[in-house]
């Protein structure tokens, strides 16, 4: 019976050690709640810039025909502010993964940045970027209602397509974004709504689960199915 327990524990350490080879284990559920956080201070404050519970593009071109130059500046200039404050809500959001990645990663004594780390970052960037370019594209033409279901369709294909070097978990988040920023598509006048919802509360609540199920008790097995 004690040689049974010893092969089960040395297989366990095996499959330990193959997952730290192939997969980045320290993400941190810390960081997804801190971006969700920073996603829901952000959509709060654009509510209020917008000073509607809807806002539409096709509503911003009628206004601006209707009462003429003075409020296009007006729209203008809440788009330029919009613009800074996605960039600023990214940037804290990336800070903070940072962050708590790092602090994760020093605490079970792995390196942050090693090759399953890289191929990760690799495989999410090529979304991101794609993405990125399109929606800059949409911007220069003035289609704002497509930014916020494009974020979230392109920011789930980045999740999905590096969760084959992470924790699976990050699968689930990224198919769930995909078919928020689908349903947007039918409901192109609620932008932010949706937006909030994916980036704040599907953030959180992903964050806390993770955090809940391998960092409350320190627990170094992840699940990888």
Not at 4 to 24: C, G, K, V, W
Not at 148 to 165: D, I, Q, W
Request: glycine content about 10%; proline content about 1%.
């Amino acid at each position: 019976m004690n040689e049974q327990t010893q092969s089960l524990e040395a297989l366990r350490d095996i499959r330990r050690m193959m997952q730290r080879s192939s997969r980045f284990l320290s993400l941190s559920g810390l960081s997804g709640m801190a971006a969700g956080a920073w996603a829901l201070v952000g959509a709060w404050i654009a509510r209020g810039w917008i000073g509607a519970d809807r806002f539409d593009v096709r509503d911003v071109e009628l206004l601006k025909n209707r009462y003429g130059y003075e409020i296009a500046l007006r729209v203008e200039d809440i788009e330029f502010k919009l613009v800074m404050l996605a960039g600023a809500v990214l940037f804290m959001a990336c800070l903070s993964a940072f962050y708590f990645t790092w602090r994760r990663a020093r605490r079970q004594g792995l390196p942050m940045w090693d090759h399953s780390s890289r191929q990760m970052a690799i495989h999410m960037l090529i979304p991101l970027i794609t993405g990125g370019l399109l929606i800059l594209a949409m911007l220069n033409y003035g289609e704002w209602q497509f930014v916020a279901p494009l974020c979230l369709v392109f920011y789930g294909l980045a999740l999905v397509n590096g969760s084959k070097y992470t924790v699976s978990d990050i699968r689930y988040l990224g198919l769930m974004e995909i078919a928020l920023g689908l349903a947007n598509m039918l409901l192109l006048g609620y932008g932010l709504f949706f937006w909030a919802f994916g980036f704040g509360v599907l953030h959180i609540i992903y964050g806390f689960s993770m955090w809940w199920r391998y960092e409350r008790k320190g627990a170094d097995d992840l699940a990888t199915t």
